[in-house]
């Protein structure tokens, strides 16, 4: 530093800083919480934080990342029944500079079923499942090879647990097209334990899916991944970041005891393992989250006596923090994720496309408010797989073009070493998931957790918070729980089309089976990867490979863990509020402002803003004079008998003075004009005196925001619920 600037030090800089308070708490004013529980400091310097590493880039135990400069690869995801329409995504996908291609399979074959004898209704990803229809999909990729254009370097395939029949396929495709495995790398993504999360069952024993991952990674060559340990899933399902991490490190210390007990080298076996997981909304704590995931492999591995094997690091946006209300703001979110991933030094890069689209089973009150529509809502059961548009597409890959090529971001190794902040970030959830871990690991280790149910009450609990967060505006979402847009009319392209894919997939397969007439027995033998090549290239379909694994039997069955997006409570009530106005006309909120604009605006501001969430259209009145509270009355209830359509709802706006002059003869008069049914309610905080008057709720900072707006929009689905059943009488 120049020796012209006087030295100073935090505590005088703290003392300085207190002066300036005039009073007020240094920690109350200052200190804040972060969403994983941490106390953040003001300003952070050597004598309260983290030394920084002090290890290279490239040495154990990673901290600083995992290798030399070079650009993440971006893989994009794929999870659509469509087989053309997903070919030309991936064509498209791979002219515009993404550099692999992840498949995630649909459910029948995520658990080794026929999809001929499968009778389940609806598709939620890839039904690619012998050799000609794998071909057909990927030909984008081989296609490219062969005509010497960029073409994909690595894919990788989502099927859960059985995802050996699908690696025949794939390997045998390869082998058919003569691509080198040095040129286009498989990733097998095996992760039993997140498969049982998310699926509730596994085909055959845990063990014996454990057994097979360590068998497929002793034989394949090259830079082949057979194993995925996918922290995202956890992340989804309400885990923070030291949760995650930590049950990322035990899924890691479960696949090296089940490679020792089938007497393959640690070193060999973590060779074969991808760590994936998702960037945080918090941009610093997801720079030091991969920090610290590096230096837990390391941990762990050196537990085994392995100190020389450097984590593969795959880093994906997070789902749960995309909205589906206003999704243009996920370009803000995605993008800040991508940056993250990028300075905490992820080898493999996705970016979701801002429009992505994941629903799960529609809510019961929204099935019903469907059927009036005569409709089934995208969210059904039948309509239950990602989507996307080119153009959500196109700007996902342009993100992560601007962040490599624009801002050279891959050019510097470990950027946010050395910054305090982030240092100490980094120990600091490396101590609280080891001490997850150890906690995981009494307990009987990652399969145990999931089998006895503590894991999903776990989760569950962490979900309630964060969901409770979102609730009261503790986390603020923009644009679902906080600055809302009423004309929200952006839908993602979505066509209902699962029926007409899985007959389209039902008749291939039964040609197929004309074509190839009868299979042969299929003997995988002792050489696991040559067997499963030879039964794909003799037509088997997957199921049938799957089936001389050891079949669909005999697997854990649990109940399946929910993903859960932390604004989805507010879009089913938006959703719920904007099906009802299509049925019986808008939805109108009257702002009864007291008092001039000058004195109700703010509060007026704000109630718009809170009902605007609900798709609730809002009403201004004009104010009222000061003084006489009955001339404040007249005019409340004149300006209403005015209004063309009954407002479903009315709310008192003011500050606290004429509130305290009027309020008490507006609400009375009000009730007295509109009865019991209509709610009334009033922007600040709960007054004991108004609500015995009439008023039944109050909302403010800090208020349940949904609870306020859902007991506006349930009465009405009530209504319709009674009428509905009064027609079928």
Request: with cysteine.
């Amino acid at each position: 530093m120049n020796p012209e600037f006087p030295a100073s030090d935090l505590a005088a800089w703290k003392a300085r800083v207190e002066r300036d308070l005039g009073g007020r708490d240094f920690d109350r004013s200052l200190v804040l919480g972060n969403e994983d529980g941490f106390l953040i400091q003001p300003v952070y310097d050597a004598s309260n934080s983290a030394a920084p590493a002090e290890d290279a880039p490239g040495a154990f135990p990673y901290t600083r990342g995992s290798g030399g400069v070079s650009p993440a690869l971006l893989v994009q995801e794929y999870g659509d029944s469509d087989a053309e329409g997903l070919r030309r995504e991936i064509e498209r996908d791979l002219e515009g500079g993404v550099a692999g291609v992840r498949l995630r399979f649909d459910r029948r074959l995520r658990l080794g079923l026929d999809p001929l004898a499968e009778t389940t209704r609806g598709c939620d990803g890839v039904l690619a499942c012998e050799l000609g229809g794998l071909r057909d999909l990927l030909a984008p990729v081989f296609e490219r090879a062969e005509a010497g254009r960029p073409r994909a370097r690595l894919l990788a395939l989502a099927a859960g647990a059985e995802v050996l029949p699908l690696a025949g396929l794939t390997l045998a495709l390869r082998r058919l097209e003569g691509v080198a495995a040095g040129d286009l790398c498989c990733h097998f993504a095996l992760d039993p334990f997140a498969a049982l999360a998310r699926d509730g069952r596994l085909p055959r024993p845990l063990d014996r899916h454990l057994a097979e991952g360590v068998e497929l990674a002793q034989a394949l060559d090259g830079d082949d991944r057979a194993i995925e340990i996918d922290g995202g899933v956890w992340h989804e399902r309400g885990a923070d970041t030291p949760f995650e991490l930590g049950l990322v490190a035990a899924a890691l210390a479960a696949w090296l005891r089940a490679g020792l007990a089938a007497g393959c080298d640690p070193a060999v076996l973590a060779r074969r393992i991808t760590l994936r997981t998702a960037t945080e909304r918090d941009v610093f704590v997801a720079i030091a989250k991969l920090r610290a995931l590096r230096k837990l492999w390391a941990l762990v591995l050196a537990h085994f006596g392995v100190v020389d094997v450097a984590p593969l690091v795959w880093a994906t946006s997070s789902r749960r923090s995309l909205s589906q209300t206003d999704p243009w703001v996920n370009l803000l979110r995605t993008t800040t994720q991508g940056f993250a991933a990028a300075c905490g030094g992820a080898d493999l890069m996705t970016i979701l496309p801002f429009d992505f689209r994941a629903d799960g089973p529609m809510p019961p009150e929204q099935e019903l408010l469907a059927e009036e529509q005569g409709d089934l809502a995208a969210g059904s059961p039948e309509s239950w797989q990602d989507s996307s548009t080119p153009l959500g597409r196109r700007l996902a890959r342009n993100e992560f073009l601007m962040l490599d090529e624009e801002s050279g971001l891959f050019r510097v190794q470990d950027p946010a070493g050395g910054s305090y902040y982030v240092e100490s970030l980094t120990e600091r959830l490396v101590e609280a998931a080891f001490a997850e871990l150890k906690s995981i690991e009494a307990s009987g280790g990652l399969a145990a957790v999931l089998d006895d149910g503590s894991l999903g009450e776990a989760l569950m609990s962490r979900s309630a918070r964060r969901l409770d967060d979102a609730r009261h505006r503790r986390l603020a979402i923009t644009g679902t729980n906080e600055f809302p847009v009423l004309d929200d009319r952006f839908r993602a392209a979505r066509e209902r089309r699962d029926e007409r894919d899985l007959n389209v997939l039902r008749q291939r397969l039964k040609q197929h089976r004309r074509t190839r007439g009868g299979l042969e027995p299929i003997e995988i033998g002792d050489d696991l990867v040559g067997g499963l090549v030879a039964a794909a290239e003799n037509g088997a379909l997957a199921c049938e490979i799957g089936e001389a694994l050891g079949g669909n039997a005999g697997g854990p069955v649990i109940e399946a863990l929910p993903a859960i997006r932390d604004g989805h409570q507010f879009e089913e009530l938006r959703q719920s509020a904007q099906v009802i106005e299509s049925l019986r006309g808008s939805l109108r909120v009257y702002l009864a402002n007291l008092g001039p604009l000058a004195e109700h605006l703010p509060r007026a501001t704000f109630a718009r803003n809170l009902f605007t969430i609900a798709a609730l259209e809002v009403v201004d009145g004009g104010g009222t004079e000061p003084g006489d509270p009955e001339a404040a009355a007249r005019r409340i209830t004149d300006d209403l008998a005015a209004l063309d359509d009954a407002p479903i709802a009315i709310c008192l706006c003011a500050a606290d003075e004429r509130y305290d002059e009027q309020a008490l003869a507006v609400t009375r008069a009000l009730r007295a004009r509109v009865g019991p049914e209509r709610r009334l309610i009033l922007a600040g905080k709960p007054r004991p005196e108004l609500a015995e008057a009439g008023i039944d709720d109050f909302i403010h900072l800090g208020c349940d925001v949904w609870m306020a707006l859902s007991k506006i929009i349930t009465p009405l689905i009530l209504a319709l619920d009674e009428l509905h059943s009064q027609e079928d009488e």
